[in-house]
């Protein structure tokens, strides 16, 4: 039995997927299985698995049953061999030791879940300007409605049984789909830890999903729906950091500069401290959308790329 299943959903991944299923491939802990779940592609990223898949038998081919990450994701869970699954999106990468990391966190059986830090990178790591923060101990509630740590799929580990119990995804998320998992997790009492240690490379984009500033605020409304139901709610300070999300994704993916300037005097009014703070995302976001009137696309996307 593989320690890890790795879940990997896929759609219109083609000039990508390659590149991310190497990284997997380049793991020092051998010992997992891939299962990479179609989800109605609608270019040759299945043909490209399927090649890869005849050359190393670790790899699986499968097609999701319903439309979506989210259910592509659930599927791949209910179908894994191992005891811990780990997600991966089809355009990020993992660094080369993660799993060898995250065996020997494991070994704890009070944990839950693992995460660890993030490299955000455009076309390749080495013009990696940012990674994130990791704090220390257990996840709360209250940190994952400010600035979510794990930030991505990419970088969650789970105790396959506990995922399955918790009911999965939400299927009817489009963003934020993770927030609302981890607030269930952490809600329902389960253990999530951060690892210090460089264990993803985030590939930043400016289309697609990740452009659609209103669904991901939709989506933070049904992250905050569940973290209530777990008597938890936003503080202001919490609402202004995530104003700060919001407008340092508007300046970076190609939306109109009122956005960001709608989305910064909506944090600055919700906690200007909270906002402005630290000063070199806060005040620097702050300024930035006011001077995103001037500046071109490609240096707000340069300057903003977490």
Avoid at 121 to 127: G, I, K, L, N, V
Avoid at 203 to 221: C, E, I, K, N, Y
Wanted: proline share 5%; aromatic share 8%.
């Amino acid at each position: 039995m593989p320690r890890f299943s790795i879940i990997l959903p896929f759609h219109a991944a083609a000039q990508t997927i390659a590149a991310t299923i190497h990284s997997l491939q380049a793991q020092t802990f051998e010992n997992w299985e891939l299962i990479c779940i179609n989800d109605r592609t609608p270019d040759q990223s299945g043909e490209i698995v399927a090649a890869m898949a005849l050359r190393d038998p670790r790899i699986r081919l499968v097609v999701s049953p319903a439309f979506g990450p989210s259910e592509a994701r659930n599927h791949g869970a209910k179908i894994a061999r191992s005891d811990l699954i780990a997600f991966c999106d089809a355009d990020d990468l993992w660094a080369d030791r993660k799993l060898e990391e995250l065996d020997r966190a494991f070994r704890a059986p009070e944990v839950a879940g693992i995460f660890g830090r993030i490299g955000f990178f455009c076309e390749t790591p080495a013009d990696s300007r940012t990674q994130s923060t990791v704090p220390s101990g257990a996840l709360t509630i209250p940190q994952l409605l400010a600035e979510n740590p794990v930030c991505t799929m990419s970088n969650l580990t789970l105790r396959r049984d506990i995922f399955l119990a918790a009911g999965g995804l939400d299927p009817d998320a489009v963003h934020n789909e993770d927030l609302e998992l981890l607030i269930r997790l952490v809600g329902l009492g389960y253990r999530i830890e951060g690892l210090k240690s460089l264990q993803v490379w985030y590939r930043t984009v400016v289309t697609g999903l990740s452009a659609d500033l209103p669904a991901m605020f939709a989506g933070r409304q049904r992250a905050l729906r569940t973290a209530a139901r777990f008597g938890v709610h936003a503080s202001s300070e919490s609402e202004a950091v995530y104003m700060r999300y919001l407008a340092r994704r508007a300046l970076r993916v190609g939306a109109t500069p009122h956005d960001a300037l709608r989305y910064t005097l909506a944090g600055v009014r919700q906690d200007p401290v909270a906002f402005l703070l630290p000063a070199r995302r806060g005040l620097a976001t702050a300024l930035a959308s006011v001077l995103a009137f001037v500046l071109t696309q490609k240096q707000r996307h340069v300057l903003f790329s977490r």
